[in-house]
């Protein structure tokens, strides 16, 4: 069974272009989370998808940022315009039940503003 | 609102000596998890803490959980240089809760000297 992958696995952009990040995740899992590992700092949750329904986007941190699930299968975060606070390392986990089962995470994104 | 401390930040062992990283929360939190991550890679799971007093071993790996105390360890035996990794601990919010997101403590950087 595939794990859940993430692309690109780096990705480096100007500041004020526009990024969008994959996740796949692992098949039937309808669970699919999004977080954020800042530079030295906690890894922060930034929203949850119950296939193709937002769940929780409390974490997102402003409207820049855009994550879609279309069709419930992956999902895509798209950053526009990208600012230098943005760099950072991406994650997505899937799950396949809400209630308290285990997250499968992918390898992250990690992307650099500059 | 679950917030969760992780100490130290960074820990330098030599072979063959114990060690224990620290993990407090601050509410109830259903859950306790244990992840590993080598640079560029995912976070892996290691152990999955259900209850008061449970412990869990693997290897030269042993994780334990307080739910009074909000406290859970994770021990190092005997360390050995494969061990040198990041490690994260993540408490999850009440099953039956909107969203279980985890919450991430700042991760434990282990670094492993012959």
């Known amino acids: 069974e595939a794990g859940v992958t993430q692309f690109p696995s780096h990705s480096v952009i100007e500041k004020g272009q526009t990024v969008t990040l994959r996740c796949d995740p692992i098949s039937g899992h309808d669970n699919l989370y999004w977080y954020r590992r800042v530079m030295g700092k906690e890894i922060k949750f930034l929203l949850h998808f119950v296939k193709e329904s937002k769940q929780d986007e409390s974490g997102m941190p402003n409207n820049r940022f855009l994550a879609e699930r279309t069709g419930g299968t992956y999902s895509t975060l798209k950053v526009q315009p990208a600012e230098l606070e943005d760099s950072g390392v991406y994650f997505c986990?899937?799950?396949?039940?809400?209630?308290?089962?285990?997250?499968?995470f992918g390898q992250g994104t990690r992307l650099t503003v500059v | 609102e679950l917030k969760v401390e992780q100490n130290p930040l960074f820990l330098s062992m030599q072979e063959g000596k114990n060690y224990t990283i620290y993990c407090n929360y601050s509410t109830t939190s259903d859950r306790l998890y244990w992840y590993r991550q080598d640079p560029g890679k995912s976070l892996e799971s290691l152990f999955v803490l259900l209850s008061n007093g449970a412990v869990k071993q693997e290897g030269r790996l042993m994780a334990s959980l307080d739910t009074k105390a909000r406290l859970s360890t994770l021990h190092i035996t005997a360390a050995v240089h494969d061990l040198s990794a990041t490690y994260f601990c993540a408490a999850q919010g009440l099953v039956g809760g909107a969203t279980n997101k985890l919450i991430f403590g700042t991760g434990t950087l282990l670094a492993v000297q012959p």
């Open positions: 986990a899937s799950s396949r039940r809400t209630g308290g089962t285990e997250a499968f």
